[in-house]
């Protein structure tokens, strides 16, 4: 069974940084597109980010852009999402997910796979 595992999530003030990792077992990783996906309480799921199987490619949520960096090592069947100059908006549980395609897609319908999910809290 396909697994994602996720880690680094935890608490930090408004303006640090953290870093999360997802990594993937079971799973042809180097083919298929990895993504970001958080979750508020009382929202719904959204679209973070996402790279292309090779790395070459990558997007980012208008929200996020300029301050989060998706990047994969596919030696290591892993994925990351450095999140820098964090803010309160911020806080939310955080999923990686893997594509059935190598570019990928912003949509959730687009990934089969999810981790657990990893805890961010940004305080004010």
């Known amino acids: 069974q396909v697994q994602l595992v996720e880690s680094g999530g935890g608490l930090v003030q408004a303006g640090g940084s953290l870093r999360l990792s997802c990594a993937a077992s079971?799973?042809?990783?180097?083919?298929?597109?990895m993504g970001w996906f958080r979750q508020a309480p009382g929202k719904e799921r959204e679209f973070v980010a996402i790279i292309s199987a090779n790395g070459a490619t990558t997007y980012y949520a208008d929200n996020v852009k300029g301050r989060f960096t998706i990047s994969r090592d596919n030696a290591k069947n892993t994925v990351y999402l450095q999140m820098n100059n964090l803010k309160p908006e911020d806080t939310a549980v955080y999923y990686c997910?893997?594509?059935?395609?190598?570019?990928?897609?912003?949509?959730?319908?687009?990934?089969?796979?999810w981790g657990q999910g990893t805890q961010v809290t940004v305080s004010s």
């Open positions: 079971r799973l042809i990783f180097s083919i298929r597109a």
């Open positions: 997910a893997a594509g059935n395609t190598p570019l990928g897609t912003t949509s959730r319908t687009g990934y089969p796979y």
